[in-house]
Structures are given as C-alpha cells and as structure tokens.
C-alpha cells in the first residue's frame, strides 16, 4: 500500500499554498505556529522531491486556446516512449500519456479552432513514422477539473531562500 | 524587459466584452511568475522596471478579475494517487450532463469532460493503488444510472503534463 508522501504539516503547507502561493514564509509561519526557517526548508524539499511545483495560472480571458481536444494515438508497441517524446516535443501539445488501452498515447492540448486541432493530429502527429491512427475528440464542456493537482515532470528551479 | 512579440499579440487577441483588459505590463508580470511563482513583488519589480506598488496592483486586479492564480501544484503522488485510470464513457438513456456530474461527485474523478467523438464524457481517474480498483468500478460506478459502456486506459507514464491555461473559479 502507497502511502501519501506529505505528512500533516506539508498537507498544511501545499493546501495554503495551492490557494495563492504568493503567501510569505513568515505569514505562513505564523499561521501554522512554525518557524520560518522550517516552512522554508519544507517548501525547498518539497520542490526537490518534484511533489510541489509553483506556476501562474491564467484565464482563459488572456488566451484564445480555451478548448481542451484529446488526440489518441495508436502508435507501434514497441516504439511507444519514442513516439510520445516526439509529441511531447511538439510545443502546442500540453499533456501525453502512455496508456495500455485500446490507444496507447494520449495527448492533450488546448486549441483555438478546429484547424489548429486538424494541423496538430494530420499533419503533425499521424505523419510521425510508427503512428498508425489517431482519434480526436473536443471537451464540449467541462464538469470538472482540477489545476492544482498534476503531474510535475519536470524540475523546477529551486528557489533562493527569501 | 520589453514585451516580446507574443506577448503584444496576446493583449491584441482580447475579447472586447472581456470585463477587465490586460496589457503588455501585464502579461510580462505573468511571464515573471511563471518562471517563479514564490519571487515577490520588489524582485519582479526590479526585473520588470516597475515599482513593487505597481505590480502588486496589476497582480491583485488580475487576480480579482479571475484571470490569474499563483499556486503550488502538487504531484498526484504526493496525495497518494498512484494509479491513473483515463476512462471513456458511454451513456444512455440519461442526459451526458447529468450522468458526467453524478461521475464528477465521485471523489476519485479528478477530472471530466462532456467530449464530441466516439464517446460521450471523458474522465481522468486516481486511485491510490490496484486494490482500490475493483471498489471503485463495482460499487461506485456501477451505481452510477446511464452508463453503457465504459473504456478505460491505465495510464502507465506521463511524458507531459503542462497546463497553465485553465477555467479558473472565483475565491470562496
């Protein structure tokens, strides 16, 4: 059984955090009835640990990008992690998932009108050598959806100490 | 540091029944916090040829209008998550809406959408091992009226995983 990585007082931490990360050390601190010094090198290992990431996260009223498209891959088994870093690299693709299913990667991506979507899953994608098909389906709306919980691929730079 | 192209495009591309307009000052905040979420307002300030006031001000008007949010991100293993199932729904006989808010309660969704295609709702799933599995499709789902058919995928890797553009709710 996996057990959750955060003990109670980093569940604090990330859940004030997860609401507005712009909060002070010493605020935080006193909150939490802790020193500076250990909300600061909590938040450090957390980062370190790749279990927290900090981001800005805009509306949708700043980008015209505001509809999430899936594109589902059927790609060769045995080249299915090559394939993927190759979507992956493509920039306009915001999420690819290896999956074992009836498609083996999924990439996500948030699009501004049909022909974006068309450009990225024909041309881009299905031209990728060992892609055999892709699906595509647009989120029409959604019901739910939770920035604040994701998967933190890659390190973020660490921060200074305040 | 000026406004690049881009970020001059993006002030062009508003929406004129948008509620608050953002400008070049505006967007080069973002592309401050984006890098470092936790810097404050002086540091931005002194990147950005501004008075901490000022960027304090534009984070707080962008803030209100629900355009921005500075947060930590957590990873799906720090709350223990470390099964994600992506499963296609099917419904029947049942409102898509419906059935995807019925799905959207259960707190082992961490996502859904209504989607066009071969099938009607989208959903990512987390679970915090295997042994949660048969649990969640037996007792939970199946109790769930409307579905027909459910495809799932395990996700086995996540290569990607960068959303900065999101539906953002008002403060509680």
Same mark, same amino acid.
């Given at each position: 059984?996996?057990?959750?990585?955060?003990?109670?007082?980093?569940?604090?931490?990330?859940?004030?955090?997860? *609401?507005?990360?712009?909060?002070?050390?010493?605020?935080?601190?006193?909150?939490?009835?802790?020193?500076?010094?250990?909300?600061?090198?909590?938040?450090?290992?957390?980062?370190?640990?790749?279990?927290?990431?900090?981001?800005?996260?805009?509306?949708?009223?700043?980008?015209?990008?505001?509809?999430?498209?899936?594109?589902?891959?059927?790609?060769?088994?045995?080249?299915? *992690?090559?394939?993927?870093?190759?979507?992956?690299?493509?920039?306009?693709?915001?999420?690819?998932?290896?999956?074992?299913?009836?498609?083996?990667?999924?990439?996500?991506?948030?699009?501004?009108?049909?022909?974006?979507?068309?450009?990225?899953?024909?041309?881009?994608?299905?031209?990728?050598?060992?892609?055999?098909?892709?699906?595509?389906?647009?989120?029409?709306?959604?019901?739910?959806?939770?920035?604040?919980?994701?998967?933190?691929?890659?390190?973020?730079?660490?921060?200074?100490?305040? | 540091?000026?406004?690049?192209?881009?970020?001059?495009?993006?002030?062009?591309?508003?929406?004129?029944?948008?509620?608050?307009?953002?400008?070049?000052?505006?967007?080069?905040?973002?592309?401050?916090?984006?890098?470092?979420?936790?810097?404050?307002?002086?540091?931005?300030?002194?990147?950005?040829?501004? &008075?901490?006031?000022?960027?304090?001000?534009?984070? *707080?008007?962008?803030?209100?209008?629900?355009?921005?949010?500075?947060?930590?991100?957590?990873?799906?293993?720090?709350?223990?998550?470390?099964?994600?199932?992506?499963?296609?729904?099917?419904?029947?006989?049942?409102?898509?809406?419906?059935?995807?808010?019925?799905?959207?309660?259960?707190?082992?969704?961490?996502?859904?959408?209504?989607? &066009?295609?071969?099938?009607?709702?989208?959903?990512?799933?987390?679970?915090?091992?295997?042994?949660?599995?048969?649990?969640?499709?037996?007792?939970?789902?199946?109790?769930?009226?409307?579905?027909?058919?459910?495809?799932?995928?395990?996700?086995?890797?996540?290569?990607?995983?960068?959303?900065?553009?999101?539906?953002?709710?008002?403060?509680?």
């Amino acid at each position: 059984m996996a057990l959750p990585q955060l003990d109670p007082l980093d569940t604090q931490l990330v859940d004030m955090l997860a *609401r507005d990360a712009r909060v002070s050390n010493r605020r935080m601190a006193a909150e939490l009835g802790v020193t500076e010094g250990t909300v600061r090198g909590r938040i450090k290992r957390l980062q370190q640990d790749g279990l927290i990431a900090f981001t800005a996260i805009t509306g949708f009223q700043l980008e015209r990008r505001d509809r999430l498209a899936f594109i589902n891959v059927q790609a060769e088994v045995d080249r299915v *992690r090559e394939i993927a870093g190759v979507i992956a690299d493509i920039p306009s693709v915001n999420a690819v998932l290896i999956t074992m299913g009836q498609f083996n990667i999924t990439a996500m991506c948030l699009i501004d009108d049909l022909d974006s979507l068309v450009e990225l899953a024909s041309d881009n994608i299905l031209a990728i050598k060992g892609v055999h098909h892709v699906e595509t389906s647009i989120a029409v709306k959604t019901i739910k959806y939770n920035a604040r919980m994701a998967k933190i691929t890659k390190p973020k730079v660490i921060l200074e100490d305040d | 540091m000026k406004p690049t192209f881009e970020e001059r495009k993006a002030v062009r591309r508003q929406s004129p029944t948008a509620g608050a307009t953002f400008d070049a000052t505006d967007v080069s905040i973002i592309r401050e916090l984006r890098a470092n979420g936790r810097a404050n307002n002086q540091q931005i300030a002194e990147r950005l040829g501004l &008075t901490a006031t000022t960027v304090s001000t534009r984070i *707080r008007r962008m803030e209100d209008a629900n355009q921005l949010r500075v947060v930590a991100v957590s990873d799906f293993s720090a709350h223990g998550f470390n099964v994600l199932l992506r499963i296609s729904v099917s419904i029947d006989g049942r409102p898509a809406s419906d059935v995807a808010h019925e799905l959207a309660a259960l707190p082992e969704v961490v996502a859904a959408h209504l989607v &066009t295609g071969g099938y009607d709702i989208d959903m990512l799933v987390a679970l915090h091992d295997f042994d949660d599995l048969a649990g969640f499709l037996l007792d939970k789902l199946s109790g769930v009226h409307g579905i027909r058919t459910l495809s799932p995928a395990i996700v086995v890797d996540i290569i990607k995983y960068q959303f900065d553009v999101a539906p953002i709710e008002g403060k509680a």
